[in-house]
């Protein structure tokens, strides 16, 4: 069955790196579109970066452009999200989320890692 | 960006009853829409793609509907484990992906 497992999350001070990685299992990882998505306490959902099956094409929120990186290695099913010059306001929980294969909704999400940046 | 506004921010419903959840887009989506049901700790959950058709394993008592800017999520007969989160997405024109601020579902 499809699983997907984030790790990487913890306690950073503001203007520090993180690095989250997600394994995936029971599909086809280099046959489906990935993103990561992420949820400040209490609060929605924000999506925050997407790459391609192949990982010919990015997009990123506003919100993160220029400090995030997103990347995969279908060798080895994982995702990953760099982030770095981290803000207070980037304190939430992040899942790696799935697309649906051809289309822009998302069908499986992690359990999602905690990332706090806090001084 | 395409805004996706949800109503009412929370709705009270007694088990048994019916729930209707609102979903409003700044502009048409056409029917590229999702919806998706968290619970406290967990994930979300897709429940409803394309506005109207049900996931994979969902419940018939969960139905969507609608097209362009208004769509409405309607759980028929709560159950007590319908008591939830529900958050739109909106697929039609992005990047960026967008959600609405979420409608919790709480017990009257």
């Known amino acids: 069955h499809v699983q997907l497992v984030e790790s990487g999350g913890g306690l950073v001070k503001p203007g520090g790196s993180l690095r989250l990685s997600c394994a995936a299992s029971g599909f086809t990882f280099s046959d489906y579109y990935m993103s990561w998505i992420r949820q400040a306490p209490g609060k929605g959902l924000e999506w925050v970066s997407y790459i391609s099956s192949s990982g010919s094409t990015i997009y990123y929120a506003d919100s993160v452009k220029g400090r995030f990186t997103i990347s995969r290695d279908n060798a080895k099913n994982s995702l990953y999200l760099q982030m770095n010059s981290l803000r207070a306001e980037d304190t939430a929980v992040y899942y790696c989320a799935r697309l649906v294969n051809g289309d822009y909704y998302f069908d499986y999400w992690g359990q999602g890692t905690l990332v706090t940046v806090s001084s | ?108």
């Open chain 2, 1 to 108: 960006e395409i805004v996706m506004t949800q109503s009412p921010a929370t709705l009270s419903v007694s088990p048994g009853e019916r729930a209707t959840l609102s979903c409003r887009a700044s502009q048409s989506v056409s029917s590229n829409l999702a919806w998706y049901q968290q619970k406290p700790g967990q994930a979300p959950r897709l429940l409803i793609y394309g506005a109207s058709t049900r996931a994979t394993g969902i419940p018939a008592r969960f139905s969507g509907s609608g097209s362009g800017t208004e769509f409405t999520l309607t759980i028929s007969s709560l159950q007590s484990e319908d008591f939830a989160v529900y958050y739109c997405q909106q697929y039609n024109d992005w990047p960026p992906l967008t959600f609405g601020g979420g409608t919790k579902v709480e017990i009257k």
